[in-house]
């Protein structure tokens, strides 16, 4: 049986843990489990330390037969290797990696850097939000000639995200 | 560049005298990034790697910070020449492994390396000798906005970076440092340490990485998570708690040197006689003689101007450097040998340790530099 966590070296460290009344297994190597401090049962915690391996039996266990539709990826591939086949993979298996990434992480949004283009993305989606808001309110106002300009500048505005 | 430059030029961080370089040794940020619409490396066919490849490198290369650059595809290094990077970490174990579709480009300092195709089609990393992980970042990043106009980069409104790895995804960022803690593991307190390091999530690891010994005392201390935290927050949290192990180290030397200073003569006066006169010696064994006698240096049991080459030969007694520099592939016998003379030569000049020189810090000043007065 191979470590759940380096997937490289025969595990030699068994431990069952009992958290929120539900039982959760980890095989660990003798290098990982040194790593993860196993060797002292008081100094860690399971869930925290084990990044959600737990979890990732979980997925398993709902869809094992889904199939990433743009690379061919399964979840079995997932839990043999530890790693995704591609970046669509993260909406194809959303769901289980969801509690992976809760268990793995501090968050589950990234708060960090946003690229340029996705900058410029959030803006414009941005701005067609606003502008459709506007549109309703005219609309709702019967205010016409302000509510064909502003389907003037939405349609102005799809063409530049498309583009 | 050619790989035989590579090897002459030590690059800057070996040879550095960053700042806490008497603990820090070298500072690491690399972030992963992954091209939108294309399997991860580790799940594309050889044709989609190379494919990948192919619209990659040339934009890597085009980077100003690469001018000059090293760049080589990893079939056309030997297995020894991927050896010595992994030795000076300028790629990792798992891309010396790679062939086909791989590649490395390095710029001529060695302070920036980008690997292609590794676990994530860019992984980009910036080196720096002692505590300098905001100055790494701050490289690494401009690089990647650059890169990143050029190239689809997979990113996700919500989860950020898009990475092999669930692990890395978010920031797609690691922050690490190589900490010497000699201090910490001759006072037993090392395993205090780490432990109180992973419980607020940082990883502590080996030499070389995930699932690698600790030798030579030497750590690395990173960040386990990327998602949920900004870079400069996690960097900043880092860089304290490593100030913190830095305080702890030198707390733990003083200690030493006012309550077992046998001890630490003893450990120190063993180091320099069996390094000066051995002639066959292991990796193992030289790096962590050779960390008993930086802490000499550190300490001021040999002059300051004996810093270097107890550095260098840090490095050169490693074996896949020990083996280009003879130009020959040696066994593990052979290298032990020749690791032994390598050493001797270069100590040959090197003066006995001076205990009684061994400094007292002031109270209250543990983390600046030990004073060297007699």
Not at chain 1, 50 to 65: V, W
Not at chain 2, 69 to 91: C, G, M, P, T
Not at chain 2, 182 to 193: A, E, K, R, T
């Amino acid at each position: 049986m191979l470590c759940d966590v380096c997937k490289c070296n025969d595990a030699s460290v068994f431990l069952t843990q009992i958290i929120e009344g539900k039982m959760q297994k980890v095989n660990l190597c003798d290098a990982c489990s040194k790593e993860k401090g196993v060797q002292d049962p008081t100094g860690f915690a399971l869930a925290d330390l084990l990044l959600g391996i737990g979890a990732a039996e979980e997925i398993e266990k709902g869809a094992s037969t889904q199939k990433c539709p743009v690379c061919g990826f399964t979840q079995a591939d997932f839990k043999k290797t530890g790693r995704l086949g591609c970046s669509a993979c993260y909406r194809t298996f959303a769901e289980g990696l969801g509690t992976l990434l809760k268990a793995m992480h501090k968050g589950v949004e990234h708060v960090g850097k946003l690229p340029e283009r996705a900058a410029k993305q959030l803006e414009l989606s941005d701005k067609m939000r606003t502008l459709s808001d506007n549109l309703e309110k005219a609309v709702a106002e019967e205010n016409y000639e302000t509510a064909a300009a502003l389907r003037d500048q939405i349609k102005q505005l799809e063409l530049q995200i498309t583009s | 560049m050619k790989f035989s430059q590579v090897m002459s030029s030590g690059g800057e961080w070996l040879r550095g005298e960053g700042p806490h370089h008497q603990v820090v040794v070298s500072s690491r940020v690399r972030l992963a990034r992954n091209l939108r619409h294309h399997p991860f490396p580790g799940w594309a066919k050889k044709a989609e790697r190379t494919q990948i490849l192919e619209q990659i490198k040339p934009q890597v290369e085009g980077l100003t910070e690469m001018q000059d650059s090293f760049s080589e595809l990893l079939q056309d290094l030997s297995a020894l020449e991927k050896q010595v990077l992994v030795e000076r970490h300028l790629i990792s174990r798992e891309h010396a492994a790679k062939g086909v579709g791989s590649a490395v480009v390095m710029n001529r300092k060695q302070t920036l390396s980008i690997m292609i195709n590794e676990e994530d089609h860019l992984r980009m990393q910036s080196i720096r000798s002692g505590l300098q992980l905001k100055s790494a970042f701050k490289l690494v990043d401009k690089v990647d906005s650059t890169l990143e106009a050029r190239l689809d980069i997979a990113y996700d409104q919500r989860l950020g970076y898009l990475t092999a790895c669930p692990t890395n995804v978010g920031t797609g960022m690691r922050a690490s440092a190589m900490l010497h803690l000699p201090g910490l593991v001759l006072s037993d307190l090392i395993n205090q340490v780490i432990q109180a390091v992973n419980k607020i999530g940082l990883a502590v690891r080996g030499l070389y990485g995930e699932g690698t010994e600790a030798m030579g005392n030497l750590f690395q201390i990173s960040n386990q998570t990327t998602l949920g935290e900004k870079e400069d927050e996690i960097i900043s949290r880092l860089t304290k708690v490593i100030e913190t192990i830095i305080d702890k180290e030198h707390d733990a030397r003083q200690v030493l040197i006012q309550k077992k200073s046998d001890t630490l003569s003893d450990q120190i006066g063993r180091a320099y006689g069996v390094l000066t006169y051995a002639h066959a010696m292991t990796s193992k064994e030289a790096l962590n003689l050779l960390s008993v006698m930086k802490l000499g240096v550190d300490l001021g049991a040999f002059p300051e101007d004996r810093r270097l080459p107890i550095d260098e030969l840090f490095i050169e007694t490693q074996p896949a450097h020990l083996q280009k520099t003879s130009q020959q592939k040696l066994n593990a016998e052979e290298r032990d040998f020749l690791r032994a003379q390598i050493i001797r030569d270069r100590l040959k000049l090197f003066p006995k340790p001076d205990m009684g020189k061994m400094a007292r810090e002031p109270e209250g000043t543990s983390s600046s530099e030990p004073n060297h007065h007699e």
